[in-house]
């Protein structure tokens, strides 16, 4: 399976993704992995316009953001990026989000993802630290990260409330360089 950095022509097939793959949040024995309230109105217009500008940004802006997707053919399975704080003293801080559309999740495609995004942090040489938010019931996804050497660093007992139902989350980090 071939995993590419998207560039801006990839934003519509990107978020056409993203909400595929956030509608799955929570449903047929899927955990919940979306903060998102299932059903409420997504503005793709906002979203695309947020987007694009910060894929457009270099890595020395504040807010930049970097994707990479994973095809299926022509359709987008999954997606991984990494973005900054909009604060210049974050710039060595890249958070981490990942989605594998449910009918290719554990064939590996989150694996490759994350190699991809930690590979080329690597090479980044203003990086030092990749964080990521996990629910505390996403055990799958804490499995992964801590195969790549992410560790628990902190979590927020009921941090979001879905459908009624409170959600830890927790905080993960990987250092990349001293």
């Known amino acids: 399976m071939l995993v590419r950095l998207l560039p801006l022509p990839d934003i519509d097939i990107f978020l056409e993704h993203v909400s595929r793959h956030m509608a799955?949040?929570?449903?047929?024995?899927?955990?919940?992995?979306?903060?998102?309230?299932?059903?409420?109105?997504?503005?793709?217009?906002?979203?695309?316009?947020?987007?694009?500008?910060?894929w457009e940004k270099t890595l020395e802006e504040p807010g930049w953001c970097?994707?990479?997707?994973?095809?299926?053919?022509?359709?987008?399975?999954?997606?991984?990026?990494?973005?900054?704080?909009?604060?210049?003293?974050?710039?060595?801080?890249?958070?981490i989000g990942i989605g594998v559309e449910s009918s290719h999740r554990r064939q590996g495609v989150g694996s490759l993802l994350l190699q991809a995004a930690v590979d080329w942090a690597q090479e980044q040489p203003a990086l030092v630290w990749l964080d990521l938010e996990v629910f505390a019931h996403n055990h799958a996804a804490i499995k992964l990260y801590e195969a790549f050497h992410f560790v628990q660093v902190g979590?927020?007992?009921?941090?979001?409330r879905?459908?009624?139902?409170?959600?830890?989350?927790?905080?993960?980090?990987?250092?990349?360089?001293e």
């Open 24 to 54: 799955e949040s929570g449903t047929e024995g899927t955990p919940v992995f979306s903060p998102l309230q299932p059903g409420l109105p997504w503005d793709a217009e906002a979203a695309r316009l947020r987007v694009k500008e910060a």
């Open 66 to 95: 970097r994707a990479w997707g994973t095809f299926d053919g022509a359709s987008l399975i999954g997606h991984i990026d990494l973005k900054t704080m909009k604060l210049p003293s974050a710039l060595h801080r890249a958070t």
């Open 155 to 160: 979590a927020v007992l009921d941090r979001f």
């Open 162 to 177: 879905i459908n009624g139902k409170k959600i830890d989350d927790l905080q993960m980090v990987h250092r990349i360089r």
